[in-house]
């Protein structure tokens, strides 16, 4: 790879930067021609004209080191891009084509400036096809953290819907868990069930874990540790519909219940409730 | 990986570890941990610094926000040039029926931490360090 | 000198913790629990922390002395208001607070206490149970 020192890139690309230009828009509006009315030439325009100068000025500085300070800006102005025509529907090719298609416009130029000298132009024409590579895979990198970002709100968003408490009468409230369990999820119905708590001030929560298929050490230490928070701020908890094979998985796991009061169904641990409340239902009876 | 800020303190008297725990809580916030999050790593934070002055008999704790593949990081590192820990796996087992002391701040930081890494000589001193990721 | 105040309630203390305690003030509101139990004869001590927003082992510990200090002087201890991310940060700490009891607030910590209390008029003094 040429040195910075010697490579002659840097002043061909400022010395030609706006016919590059020129000749880039134009190929990006060409090959989007199927895409047109996706984005405006002028937009267009303006994004090349951002990100041209931005690594023209880079890369008068350093060449080869993309990670170095230089490239900040350049690479900010390709993560606003991806993420603009992400949000338009551009497939992560064809943002990253934004770049690639950058090659042949400088290519055409180095050519033409030191055609005469066989060895540079391979060996600076690789140094551009390295660079803008990096550059066009940054772009799917952003592309592909914003999707990651998505899908994250999604997974916390349906976690949160899933987890709804209720409060079954004063003083009495309950979760009762859908699916399965695993660490995330139950720490954010650990702690859904404790600001409930606390919000409606009842002392007593029930757990109903019949819709729990299966349940592993982790998610047994899990329930056994929002009993104990909820506890010791003065809630008691109740476990219910614990499932035979729950029941045979939990003592072979030797997991220890300690004290924690279960139930095979929610409507014994409701009763115990209501007891422990101080109330009881009583028929009604002669109503005609 | 990468520090992008840092705060030294000295850790000399019973005030100091109110101090710890407020600049721990206030680095928290401002780096949008949640709260339970910020919660644990003041808590731990406020053990070792404890630690700090009760065994290490006076150190500093050292302060850093850590960035790493774009996810943000609080790192707190307590040293002192105490008496030093003979047997390190003895005292990370929960001493707290025993007593509490030693084994609960040391087992405890580390189950509220996501890292813990802990150093120590007899007679030279010891260093902890927790470090605690946003949103994990 | 500073010092968390303590108000009376009938034959209740009431602490409520705000501040973000330094050992000293700890230790000062112990010594003043206890001689205010003793002072006024009082049956319980609530100490409301709901707005504290840390208990490390140290401020654990001092609930448990307190407790234990009470208990000792024929009163019962009731700690209300534990916020839930401090529940959960102590429990992943392993304390347990033995011999302290708890309770989500202030009221349903005097309706322990009258449930608790109620059966005790004539009991022995000097059965701490």
Known sequence: ?288 | MPVIRDELMQVRASDDIVRVRQMVRALAVELGFGLVDQTKIVTAASELARNTLDYGLGGTTLVEVLEENSRIGLRITFEDNGPGIADINLAMTDGYTSGGGLGLGLSGAKRLSNEFTIESRVGEGTRIAITRWKGR | MERIPILKMGRYLLVTVQVDMHDRLAMTLQDDLTNQIVEHKARAVLIDISTLEIVDSFIGRMLANIAAMSRVLDAMTVVVGMQPSVAITLVELGLSLKGVYTALNVEKGMEFLTTSLSGEDGADAGNTG
């Open chain 1, 1 to 288: 790879m040429a040195q910075t020192g010697t490579s002659k890139i840097p002043d061909i690309l400022a010395k030609y930067k706006a016919d590059i230009l020129t000749d880039w828009t134009r190929q990006q509006l060409e090959s989007m021609a199927s895409r047109r009315g996706a984005m405006r030439e002028g937009d267009i325009t303006e994004q090349s004209t951002e990100f041209l100068n931005a690594f023209v000025e880079a890369a008068a500085g350093n060449l080869t080191d993309l990670r170095s300070e230089k490239w900040d800006a350049a690479r900010e102005v390709l993560a606003a891009v991806s993420r603009s025509r992400a949000k338009k529907g551009f497939t992560p090719s064809e943002t990253a084509m934004f770049v690639f298609s950058l090659k042949q416009p400088i290519l055409t130029r180095l050519r033409a400036e030191i055609g005469d000298d066989v060895d540079a132009v391979a060996s600076e024409g690789w140094t551009v096809n390295e660079v803008l590579d990096r550059l066009g895979l940054f772009t799917m990198e952003v592309y592909q953290k914003g999707r990651e970002e998505v899908i994250f709100r999604q997974q916390q968003e349906l976690m949160e819907l899933s987890t709804p408490v209720v409060s079954l009468w004063e003083n009495v409230l309950a979760l009762p868990l859908i699916g399965t369990l695993d660490s995330a999820r139950t720490q954010v119905v650990m702690e859904s069930l404790l600001q409930a708590i606390v919000k409606s001030g009842a002392a007593i929560a029930i757990i109903d874990i019949t819709g729990v298929p299966t349940v592993d050490t982790l998610v047994a230490q899990h329930l056994l540790k929002t009993v104990a928070a909820a506890r010791l701020m003065g809630a008691d908890c109740i476990i219910s519909g614990i499932r035979p094979q729950i029941a045979q998985t939990i003592v072979h796991l030797g997991v220890d219940l300690g004290d924690v009061i279960t139930k095979a169904t929610l409507a014994d641990a409701f009763a115990l409730a209501l007891q422990r409340s101080g109330m009881m239902v009583v028929s009604i009876k002669g109503r005609s």
